[in-house]
């Protein structure tokens, strides 16, 4: 069983500063993927990260893959009330299975005061 | 294009009771999904249907759980008899194909069994 854990589990932060989540792993993903979930609401895909090492930015968030494939971080910069959410990450399987089984990590739960 | 549905919303039951849940995926969609998501976890993966066959069942309670997805499009989970531990957000998403990661999730179900 693969598995993802998120650091820090919960984060509480004003507004203007910078933050950066964890997710890391034993195992080798394929790919990986960050998610954004609002209360009462579905996880929405914010990121696709492929290749080992690999930088994506998206406005005021940078998503980064680890060498290796097995970790990954996310960090914001200057941070609005708006970022507030459930930040999620989750890895596909390294070798190609029978379906594409997403393993998602625990999220970190970040609440960006005014 | 229209996302993923999912009915009801919310849904209050007594434990012993039976409850079912309605997933209508993006069109053209292959690939659904049920997840479970307790309150301040990620999501879990129940079942996962490749058009109208079961690709992955493995975690899904099967002595209390079912799914079907008749004719590969519409879904339904249903939880008979439901226990405490079965309260959570239900969250069904759809993929375009099963080698594709991306998925696209409907705005869950909030199940409380008193």
């Known amino acids: 069983t693969q598995l993802l854990e998120q650091s820090p589990q919960f984060l509480s932060i004003q507004e203007g500063e910078n933050l950066t989540v964890y997710c890391n792993s034993s195992s080798v993903f394929s790919s990986l993927q960050w998610y954004r979930q609002e209360p009462g609401e579905g996880p929405v895909l914010l990121v696709t990260v492929v290749t080992g090492g690999e930088v994506k930015k998206l406005k005021r968030l940078t998503f980064q893959f680890g060498d290796a494939r097995k970790d990954s971080s996310l960090h914001i910069t200057a941070a609005q009330p708006g970022d507030t959410g459930l930040y999620l990450c989750?890895?596909?399987?390294?070798?190609?299975?029978?379906?594409?089984?997403?393993?998602f990590g625990e999220g970190t739960q970040l609440t960006v005061n005014p | 294009e229209a996302g993923v549905a999912q009915s009801p919303r919310y849904k209050i039951i007594e434990k012993r009771q039976s409850v079912a849940f309605w997933c209508n995926p993006i069109s053209g969609h292959a690939t659904l999904y049920w997840y479970q998501q307790i309150l301040g976890q990620g999501p879990k993966l129940l079942i996962q249907?490749?058009?109208?066959?079961?690709?992955?069942d493995s975690q899904l309670p099967k002595d209390r759980f079912s799914a079907e997805r008749l004719k590969g499009v519409d879904s339904t989970l249903k939880i008979q008899p439901a226990k405490l531990e079965d309260s959570a957000v239900y969250l069904c998403?759809?993929?375009?194909?099963?080698?594709?990661?991306?998925?696209?999730f409907g705005p869950g179900t909030r199940l409380t069994v008193l």
């Open positions: 989750a890895g596909a399987p390294s070798q190609e299975t029978s379906g594409s089984r997403l393993t």
């Open positions: 249907f490749q058009n109208n066959g079961v690709v992955d």
């Open positions: 998403a759809s993929s375009p194909s099963r080698v594709t990661d991306t998925q696209y």
